[in-house]
């Protein structure tokens, strides 16, 4: 059983950047699929990202391809999301989720484990 957490949301202006951190305890990191994912109220949760054993497997939403970079590091258990050129349609609570690997998955049927959310906010 492992539990995520994540840490790094705030309140930044159109244009900004954030980093999003999603630390592992338990399981066995290294087997997991990493994803993030968003949601905002009244909506659906949305996928963002996705990184699979290694870099061979990302996958990325189309809304935030090219701006939106995910990576992992198994020596610390951990998987970010560094979120560049924010836009105010980027607002939401941002959710880390680990599920079973190799590849890059984008539904969230495919996730066991998920952290409680941070909430990213970002004005015009």
């Known amino acids: 059983q492992a539990r995520l957490v994540e840490s790094g949301g705030g309140a930044v202006q159109a244009g900004g950047s954030l980093k999003l951190s999603c630390e592992v305890y338990?399981?066995?990191?290294?087997?997991?699929?990493m994803g993030w994912f968003r949601q905002t109220p009244g909506k659906e949760r949305e996928f963002v990202a996705s990184i699979g054993w290694t870099t061979r497997w990302l996958k990325y939403a189309d809304s935030v391809k090219g701006r939106f970079t995910i990576s992992r590091n198994n020596s610390k258990n951990t998987a970010d999301l560094t979120m560049t050129n924010l836009k105010v349609e980027d607002t939401a609570i941002y959710y880390c989720?680990?599920?079973?690997?190799?590849?890059?998955?984008?539904?969230?049927?495919?996730?066991?484990?998920w952290g409680q959310g941070t909430q990213v906010t970002v004005s015009s």
């Open positions: 338990g399981g066995t990191f290294y087997t997991y699929t």
């Open positions: 989720a680990g599920g079973a690997g190799p590849a890059a998955r984008v539904t969230e049927q495919d996730y066991v484990y």
